[in-house]
């Protein structure tokens, strides 16, 4: 019995989506702009099985997903880079700091007539805009992670007389963690809005965004709303898989 009212209890998550899908398919039987508008789930569906057995939506979700974690992947790496320079050597902090906090300040998308102008509509632009979207945040937490870690913790290190790698591996990193764990979560979010965004404006190769330009085209309303339940279904499993991950490594903090 227990068990059943578990099971019913983890279901509670598939409320709001049903209802919201109930009320998609009553918009769109209300008149002919409401089945536009509001395309039946009967089509979309006919238009899921379409692009699965004609293999564009793998094509597209494949690019979209290859690009989004390539560029998070180098965010990641060079924001924890940054991040961990800024906050251990004040003479960093000091040079870099202006600048970083003023060119961060401009929107991501907005960077996009630049870079392409810079390097192109290819494949290397996208990555450069999705990796410079993770950069940020990664930067940021990573700062905040380490420039916050208690004193007592540092006194530790001081009493064990470790050395300067030790202290950073064994003391500084483990207590920043939970931080920089809470920038990748901040950082793929930023990544996904940014793949999108760069592969609607330079639109060349393939992508969900792509999909979603010539869908717009061809008055294709099913198409766009598969793209967005695509992009929303992989940015909710790759935030599912970190969090978990990250609750495994850091099950002695609470993630925020």
Sequence with gaps: ?????????????????????????????????????????????????????????????????????????????????????????RVADRLIGPLLHSIRQVPMLGWIPLIAMWFGNGEFSKVFIVSLAAFYPMVLNTYEGFSHIDRRLREVGRVLELKPWQQFFHVLLPAALPSIATGVLHALAFAWVTAVGSELFLSSGAGLGNLMMNAEAGSRMDVIVLSVLCIGLLGYLMNLLFTRLAGHVLRWRNLR
Excluded at 18 to 38: I, K, T, V
Excluded at 48 to 75: K, P, Q
């Design 1 to 89: 019995m227990s068990l059943s009212l578990s099971s019913l209890g983890r279901l509670r998550g598939l409320v709001l989506p049903l209802l919201l899908l109930g009320g998609w398919e009553f918009m769109s039987r209300q008149d002919a702009s409401g089945a536009y508008a509001f395309v039946p789930l009967a089509d979309i569906g006919k238009s899921l099985v379409a692009l699965v057995l004609g293999g564009e939506l793998f094509i597209n979700m494949f690019a979209s997903l290859a690009r989004t974690s390539s560029g998070l992947f180098f965010g990641i790496v060079f924001g924890v880079a940054l991040g961990v320079l800024m906050a251990l050597s």
